[in-house]
């Protein structure tokens, strides 16, 4: 019998996991997690944020760049980080880029929904919104791509699915959550089939585009990063993409500078995938079986799992 979560016994989450895997991953440095690369995982260090956030940026340059109007390619990124989106904007303009001659392509990773429904670009917290107003708008019109070929996973999600295999999707780029997921992949409630054990890796990588219920940290920590705190400003659902169109990606890009998951959630994430332990308690680690994963970390960000009082 797996352990109950301290934070929120009726889901499943990593503190679920066992002790001693928890402990080896507070006790990595960052060497230690650089020597957790291997065929297939890379992990990569910037000294600066202006670097990282710059890095960032330039791939999706470089995907961009590589789609043609009858091979066309794009990148699929999120909301969160979000500092990257006004230097693509920046980047595309000082390189007359043009997009719409490219054929090139967008997904975004995901969405909230309220009441059922995908909210619209009114709403504060709308990642649409955020798209427009901090890079989208900010292209010139004249390189900027066709709304046709910007995908969210709203409205009809099987058509969002099926635009991965209709554009080459370069690279996913994502964040970790507190609950260690990427887009809104959370760990499943604790009923039903998986009142005792979480879904299989197997299972939950059967996944497509869908809407799911949010884990409690997950929304606690939306509100701290982006609402002031206002946890009931949140949405408790949201649309998402899944780990099949996921696997479509030619590769997956998690950018880590310490504003979102901590000092322990960075260290445990990079080990499971290191070590290939997938766990589905921790949705991230299930990219242990992705083919083509980097892992990006503003070093100053990693901090330390010191037991350490405020």
Same mark, same amino acid.
């Given at each position: ?49 202006? !670097?990282?956030?710059? $890095?960032? +940026?330039?791939?999706?340059? *470089?995907?961009? #760049?590589?789609? =043609? ?121 604790? !009923?039903?089939?998986? $009142?005792? +054990?979480?879904?299989?890796? *197997?299972?939950? #990588?059967?996944? =497509? ?102």
């Amino acid at each position: 019998m797996r352990k109950r979560s301290v934070i929120a016994p009726e889901w499943w989450d990593y503190t679920t996991l066992d002790d001693a895997l928890l402990r080896d991953a507070a006790a990595l440095t960052p060497k230690d997690m650089a020597q957790l690369s291997r065929d297939g995982f890379q992990v990569v260090f910037y000294d600066t944020l202006e !670097e990282f956030y710059l $890095a960032e +940026a330039l791939e999706y340059i *470089e995907a961009w #760049r590589q789609s =043609t109007p009858d091979n066309p390619a794009g990148v699929c990124g999120p909301i969160g980080p979000t500092e990257q989106l006004p230097l693509v904007a920046r980047l595309v303009n000082a390189l007359d880029l043009d997009l719409k001659r490219l054929g090139a392509h967008f997904w975004a990773m995901d969405e909230w929904v309220l009441d059922g429904a995908p909210v619209g670009p009114d709403h504060p917290l709308s990642f649409y919104r955020a798209n427009r107003d901090l890079c989208f708008d900010r292209i010139r019109p004249e390189l900027r791509m066709p709304d046709a070929n910007i995908h969210y996973p709203v409205g009809d999600v099987a058509a969002y699915t099926a635009s991965y295999d209709a554009a080459r999707c370069v690279v996913m780029q994502g964040g970790q959550g507190d609950v260690k997921h990427w887009a809104f992949n959370d760990p499943f409630r604790r !009923e039903g089939a998986y $009142a005792d +054990a979480p879904p299989t890796p *197997e299972e939950y #990588r059967k996944l =497509t585009a869908r809407m799911v219920d949010l884990h409690p940290m997950t929304i606690m920590q939306n509100a701290r990063t982006s609402g002031g705190g206002q946890v009931n400003t949140v949405p408790t659902q949201a649309m998402t993409v899944g780990p099949v169109e996921t696997w479509k990606a030619d590769r997956v890009s998690i950018w880590q500078a310490g504003m979102h998951d901590n000092p322990f959630g960075m260290r445990l994430t990079t080990l499971m995938i290191g070590k290939r332990v997938p766990d589905a308690a921790v949705p991230m680690s299930l990219l242990a079986d992705h083919p083509n994963v980097r892992f990006n970390f503003y070093r100053p960000g990693i901090g330390t799992c010191a037991v350490e009082m405020h």
